[in-house]
């Protein structure tokens, strides 16, 4: 098994699932028990922002990078192309990127607890734009959010030469910056 391959066994896949959801257990209840008390406000505000900050990632890494630089692309137009295949960001690319871009700065700029926070956060956001693609491609829609996510996500899948609805967890984005696809927003995938 290849750990940077783009098709990936059921245990591999899994992975994600895995780490992250065990790294947010850990870093949630050391925040939780361990942090200090009269910065918990601040810390959940924190942990929030980080929400915030992958919804913007999650945009602009889908936009830009899975449609224009390789292997991304590559691995990116073989999941459309499969959307039911097990094709994602191998678990220690993810990893590094969330260590390097995320969690070291965090934790440098902001120290220990602060830092910590708002890395939960992105990884929190990090979690719920996997698990929500696999249940957009995987899963039968029994919730009317999850079936509005399903719409908007194969519209993405389907949009041909105008790719649109960058977005997986919302649209948010994509209304900001006029990639819904609809009529009058003339947003490219172009850099």
Known sequence: MSFFSMEHSVAAYRCDFILYGGLIGVLGAVLAVEGPAGMRLELIVLCGAGVGVWSMVEYA?????????????????????RPAALICTPTLLSAALIGLWVALPALLA??????????????????????????????????AWLLRRKRWHARHHHAGHRPCCYGVTSGFWDHVFRT????????SSRV
């Open 61 to 81: 890494l889908h936009r830009f990078v899975l449609h224009a630089f390789q292997p991304f692309k590559y691995w990116h137009d073989e999941h459309h192309r």
């Open 110 to 143: 902001l120290g220990p607890w602060r830092g910590g926070a708002l890395t939960l956060g992105v990884l929190v956001g990090y979690m719920g734009y996997t698990v929500v693609h696999h249940a957009l491609h995987h899963w039968n829609a029994r919730t």
């Open 180 to 187: 819904t696809g609809r009529k009058g927003n003339t947003g």
